[in-house]
């Protein structure tokens, strides 16, 4: 069986998009596979087309350890970037309704020559409740806050870590630190973050520095992935912690190692996402059996 895939990327977050509406396979399987670096193509993880029966059409996202995200919002933008290059599915008065586990989405696109250039994300209202991000109140010890929390971690360096927990579509624990984010130990911490115990679901971990009231910084670990150059909920829900602690205003440049992402908010407290898409190259996949 071969399967046709385009490689994406933006701000150095790379997804490969796939048509999935007449194939019959583990995507997470598939995922693992394609997205190894080495014996794959390499990726941040793989996006698929569904037919949606409540939205334009339907995304589904895959980690490259196989498990399933419930939303990623650079993985929407390069998803939305597929299907209208490609015209399975066209934008509607500049708009396109999206299905994800995360709930229905709205893209505004930028299209230059039937080409995607960028896009704008609806990401909706950050979630602070604990029950819904999920955060395991029961595993803490002392006062269930979620919002700038000592969380007690098992590190020869930190015993504890300040975080703020928040679903964007999917958990996401910040921590807004004063020593700059490029000398912390990233790859060392994120994995006891991840799989911390009251985590039932694992989670996304970003540490922060403000820079200003309109301009901040961050590194990303992604829950299933590792470090990653960029991500669109991780960046969201770190720009969105620094304003629920008072650190910026209503919009936000994000600087990442792969590039630059832009938050703002809406009177209602929506937040949206801006950022770059763009096609790296198309190819083929062999299924073997």
């Known amino acids: 069986m071969i399967i046709n895939f385009t490689k994406l990327q933006g701000a150095g977050n790379g997804y490969i998009a796939i048509d999935g509406r007449d194939i019959n396979l583990s995507l997470g399987d598939l995922s693992k596979k394609i997205g190894d670096p080495k014996f794959g193509v390499g990726s941040d993880g793989i996006v698929v087309v569904e037919n949606s029966q409540s939205a334009s059409i339907k995304m589904r996202v895959f980690n490259t350890d196989g498990s399933e995200a419930e939303m990623s919002g ?3 933008r390069l998803f939305s970037k597929f299907i209208i290059d490609n015209k399975i599915c066209l934008p509607e008065n500049n708009t396109l309704n999206i299905e994800t586990l995360g709930g229905i989405r709205t893209v505004w696109p930028k299209i230059v020559d039937g080409k995607m250039i960028s896009g704008k994300v609806a990401m909706g209202k950050p979630n602070f409740n604990p029950n819904e991000i999920p955060v395991d109140v029961n595993q803490i010890e002392n ?3 979620i919002e700038n929390h000592l969380l007690s971690i098992n590190h020869p360096e930190f015993s504890e870590i300040k975080i703020t927990c928040l679903s964007i579509g999917n958990p996401h624990a910040v921590c807004i630190l004063d020593t700059p984010v ?4 990233l790859n060392e911490i994120g994995p006891i973050i991840e799989n911390h115990k009251i985590f039932p679901n694992r989670i996304n971990f970003e540490i922060v520095n403000i820079i200003d009231d309109k301009k901040i910084r961050a590194r990303i670990f ?5 470090e990653t150059l960029s991500s669109g909920t991780g960046s969201t829900a770190s720009a969105c912690a620094a ?7 209503d919009a936000v440049e994000v600087i990442l190692d792969g590039g630059i992402l832009k938050i703002s908010w809406d009177n209602d407290g929506e937040a949206y996402l801006e950022g770059p898409t763009e096609e790296v190259f198309t190819g083929n996949w062999e ?3």
């Open 74 to 76: 650079n993985g929407i």
């Open 143 to 145: 006062n269930p806050v």
């Open 182 to 185: 490029e000398d912390f130990p």
């Open 222 to 226: 992604e829950r299933g992935e590792g």
């Open 243 to 249: 304003r629920k602690l008072g650190f910026i205003k």
């Open 287 to 289: 299924i073997k059996n």
